[in-house]
């Protein structure tokens, strides 16, 4: 069974603060890894996508890869208000399906 | 350049009643992903189509849904007789092609479904 987890939280951090995000997932040929924000109500909206092992930075988000842990996480530096969302981790497996983790609800505290 | 585009946004219906959910794929995008979220949990994968063809529907339940990409116009998804438990947002997704690194789906504004 493929699997990707996530702590669901919540996960409250101060505002300015560096917000940490983790996932783990269990099939090792997997090659392709998103991060999607979905605000309440809303849709998922895509942050990262990250497909080496090592980190990806964009703006304030860093993605993090160590596929050998089978492991991705999302940094998100000097964090604000509008961070507040649930995170969700997705791998791609079999070049066709994305499998979602349930998502880390994340609130900044001003 | 639109994006991926669904309607309707909201869909109340009662009990037994059918419900067809509607998918534009973004521009130049020939794959379709249909989704699920019940409340308060995470994304179900449940379909994936290209035009014409059904590529894997093993998250899709055995009865009473199905799912089209015809040749000409939307991706359609098909809820017959439906309960309670089929009260959900469904997201509906497209790419320009599957797997290769890169090439990301994008998600559409959803529709959310209400069985009364």
């Known amino acids: 069974q493929k699997e990707v987890e996530q702590n669901s939280g919540p996960l409250s951090v101060p505002e300015g603060a560096i917000a940490s995000l983790n996932c783990t997932y269990s099939d090792r040929v997997s090659q392709s890894f998103f991060w999607y924000r979905q605000y309440s109500g809303k849709s998922p909206e895509l942050i990262m996508s990250i497909y080496s092992n090592g980190d990806k930075e964009d703006g304030r988000f860093t993605a993090q890869l160590n596929k050998a842990s089978q492991y991705v996480s999302l940094l998100i530096r000097d964090s604000q208000p509008s961070d507040s969302a649930t995170y969700l981790c997705a791998v791609l497996f079999g070049n066709e399906k994305l499998t979602f983790g349930t998502g880390t609800r994340l609130t900044i505290i001003p | ?116």
Not at chain 2, 84 to 101: E, K, T, V
Request: proline share 8%; net charge positive.
């Open chain 2, 1 to 116: 350049n639109a994006g991926v585009m669904q309607n309707p946004r909201h869909l109340v219906r009662r009990r037994g009643q059918e419900a067809r959910l509607r998918c534009s794929p973004m521009k130049g995008h020939s794959h379709v992903y249909w989704y699920r979220q019940l409340p308060e949990e995470g994304l179900k994968f449940m379909v994936y189509l290209q035009k014409e063809n059904i590529i894997d529907e093993s998250g899709m339940p055995k009865e009473r849904f199905s799912a089209e990409f015809p040749k000409e116009g939307p991706s359609i998804l098909r809820i017959q007789q439906v309960v309670r438990g089929d009260s959900a947002a469904y997201f509906c997704a497209s790419s320009p092609q599957p797997g290769l690194a890169g090439e990301t789906q994008y998600f559409g504004p959803g529709t959310r479904l209400l069985v009364l």
